[in-house]
């Protein structure tokens, strides 16, 4: 933990630097050095193409250069503008229709959405909950508001869901909280490309049945990668389960237009939703629009414009969805080629379904990823093993990397 000069610490860990973008710069610095082609740097949650370029979708470059100007010069409402809110809706349940009463309140991408969720969802004190293989921010955006975390273990030994650790850590944490927050970043999971079954949703929902109905529980999806997951209808046959959840479950899905969309710098996402009682929905609108005002207040206005244009115009949004079908068959490639070569080698890869990383479990993880750097690759040590984007290198690269990681773990 680095002490503070000046400013006060409240007991965060605050690093010099972040992680992933510290080495993405030392993957940078020697390109620079030494040139693209000795350099692979699978680090960056960003789809890029096999030249190392970012992938940004022409159908939606296209409504944005034409927008007008009040389209992006002026404040959008704090919920985000109407007509933007109706869209998010279609984007999130696509041919589901809920039952519930759905409420959609604007926010700087997903990342702005999840930490609405720990802001208004979970005690200061408390614990919120989530896998031991996680997105590093979940944590940050806990410290940063006072609040604890604790983590299940995401697999058990037959590389399933791990229900009863699962179940072990929910009842765990009730027996000594009123209100308990949990986070599935599901499909495509960052880091491991995971998603979460049929089964291991009743699971989920069999778990929750099994608690005191006194407690309040608010299960937060993190669906940021859930279109570069695979036919986008089937990713989504889970939402009904949702719906099913016991009383005393409170549902919200954290939506981003980041990769989607292709949106990543402009910062639009949504936390949505689904409660069985309007007076909760009203109250999810209410807490969020106060915490969005003490924060970022309002979000851009031009992304809110271009999700509703996309909406609004039928043809567009086949154009978009089938400029976005074409890179995520590229990406499910590489996904592909990553998998036979590990296969082949015999590297152990974290359970993976699809998605922008695969990771591979491993003890030394530091060690690895600095030897791996010393050879021009850059890779992601995270407690448990390392993450390899996918989604910035090309297919040839990803049938390479396998090996060279197996190699590295074995000279240790
Ligand atoms: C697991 C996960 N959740 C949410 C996000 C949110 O991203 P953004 O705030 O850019 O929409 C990301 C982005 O990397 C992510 O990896």
């Not at 030994?157 to 699962?166: L, P, V």
């Not at 979460?196 to 529980?217: A, N, Q, Y």
């Not at 530091?366 to 995270?382: H, M, N, Q, R």
Request: hydrophobic fraction near 40%.
């Amino acid at each position: 933990m680095t002490e503070m000069l000046f400013a006060s610490q409240q007991g965060r860990n605050i690093p010099k630097e972040d992680k992933i973008f510290g080495i993405n710069n030392r993957a940078k610095a020697m390109i620079a050095k030494e040139g693209k082609d000795k350099v692979v740097n699978a680090t960056l949650g960003a789809l890029l193409d096999d030249k190392g370029d970012l992938i940004v979708l022409s159908s939606v470059t296209e409504v944005f250069r034409n927008l007008a100007p009040a389209e992006f010069a002026e404040y959008a409402p704090i919920a985000g503008t109407p007509a933007f809110r109706e869209a998010v809706k279609k984007d999130c349940f696509r041919n589901y229709e809920p039952k519930g009463f759905v409420e959609v309140v604007a926010a700087p991408g997903g990342t702005g959405a999840i930490k609405n969720a720990v802001a208004n969802y979970a005690d200061r004190d408390s614990k919120i909950l989530f896998a031991d293989w996680f997105w590093a921010p979940y944590r940050s955006i806990a410290e940063e508001m006072g609040k604890g975390f604790e983590t299940f273990t995401f697999f058990n030994e037959e590389r399933k869901f791990n229900i009863a650790s699962f179940e072990e850590k929910v009842k765990a944490l009730l027996q000594v909280q009123d209100r308990l927050l949990v986070i599935l970043n599901t499909p495509a999971h960052n880091p491991t490309g995971y998603a979460l079954t049929e089964e291991d949703w009743k699971g989920v929902k069999e778990v929750f049945g099994r608690t005191p109905s006194d407690k309040k529980i608010t299960l937060l999806v993190d669906t940021a990668y859930i279109d570069f997951a695979g036919d986008e209808d089937e990713y989504r046959s889970y939402l009904p389960v949702l719906e099913e959840m016991p009383g005393h479950v409170l549902t919200l899905i954290a939506h981003s237009l980041s990769k989607a969309y292709t949106l990543y710098g402009m910062r639009c996402g949504a936390t949505i939703c689904i409660a069985k009682d309007k007076a909760v929905a009203d109250e999810f609108k209410q807490v969020c629009e106060f915490s969005s005002r003490s924060t970022w207040s309002n979000c851009a206005k031009a992304p809110q414009v271009i999700l509703t244009k996309i909406y609004d115009d039928p043809q567009l949004r086949d154009r978009v969805f089938e400029e976005r079908k074409q890179h995520r068959d590229m990406l499910i490639s590489r996904a592909k080629a990553f998998e036979a070569a590990a296969a082949e080698c015999g590297l152990v890869t974290v359970p993976f379904d699809t998605g922008f990383f695969v990771s591979v479990p491993c003890e030394q993880p530091d060690a690895v990823c600095a030897k791996l750097e010393e050879e021009g690759i850059f890779l992601i040590p995270l407690a448990k093993g390392i993450r390899v984007s996918i989604a910035s290198v090309a297919e040839n690269i990803c049938r390479m990397l396998p090996a060279r990681i197996k190699a590295a773990m074995d000279s240790l």
